[in-house]
């Protein structure tokens, strides 16, 4: 799938608002496996719930292989165009690359070997990548500051992942946002923004009112699994 316009177009953003239609699945490899499914089975289960976008993410290639991460990337690519949404891989630029993804989705640190680097001016940040990639691919930037989320957009990004917004059990290291720091990067930042990090079903739609589309990680298999939880969720999406 390759966008017919390129970045600085303003019809880019109408192009790329429509596939940030509410939810945006992350994998995450320990959750399906625990669920009984595998991360290929469970993309293909949100794609058919209407998910339209989904972020292929490995916190590291020691229980996988990269030949296999490569296999896998370039699966999920195939199924994800069958449904008309975007296969966006977190971090792997050399991955994403390599399948012809559509985006990578890039942190605010370097990362290590075959990864983002710093998002600066002075290393290229995203004009560099963007080179990498090719033109029209799509960049999302983490962000968790106003400043941040500011930086990214002047640099080219083309999405934000902002978060986290509430205390989380599947990061570490991180900074609380809040619902405020989150609408204050919704009044200054145009571009299409996903709120994660501690979202659940009974916060969300605190959350869904400031941002494009949400993310829950551990959060979206909990409820009774993937598919009662989606579709509760689309229920209060739609009602916001």
């Not at 953003?13 to 995450?28: A, K």
């Not at 990061?171 to 720091?181: C, N, T």
Request: net charge positive; charged share 25%; glycine share 10%.
């Amino acid at each position: 799938m390759s966008f017919l316009f390129p970045p600085g177009n303003p019809s880019r953003q109408m192009e790329l608002f429509r596939y940030f239609n509410g939810f945006y699945y992350i994998t995450d490899r320990k959750s399906s496996e625990r669920s009984g499914s595998t991360v290929y089975g469970d993309c293909e289960l949100v794609l058919g719930l209407g998910v339209k976008i989904i972020q292929y993410r490995e916190k590291d290639l020691e229980c996988l292989t990269r030949d296999a991460a490569v296999k896998l990337a370039r699966e999920l690519r195939e199924l994800c165009h069958r449904y008309d949404a975007l296969l966006i891989v977190n971090d792997y630029v050399d991955i994403a690359r390599e399948v012809d993804a559509d985006g990578v989705h890039v942190g605010q640190k370097d990362l290590g070997a075959g990864t983002s680097r710093l998002l600066t001016e002075k290393s290229g940040g995203l004009a560099k990548l963007r080179r990498q990639l090719g033109r029209n691919k799509i960049i999302g930037v983490s962000c968790s500051t106003l400043d941040e989320a500011v930086s990214a957009r002047s640099l080219g990004a083309d999405y934000l992942g902002i978060g986290c917004i509430f205390h989380t059990r599947s990061k570490h290291d991180y900074r609380i946002v809040g619902i405020e720091g989150l609408k204050g990067i919704r009044q200054q930042v145009e571009l299409p923004i996903v709120a994660l990090g501690g979202i659940t079903l009974e916060n969300v739609g605190r959350v869904l009112p400031l941002c494009d589309s949400v993310a829950m990680i551990s959060g979206a298999y909990q409820n009774g699994g993937l598919v009662p939880t989606l579709e509760h969720f689309w229920k209060i999406y739609h009602k916001k």
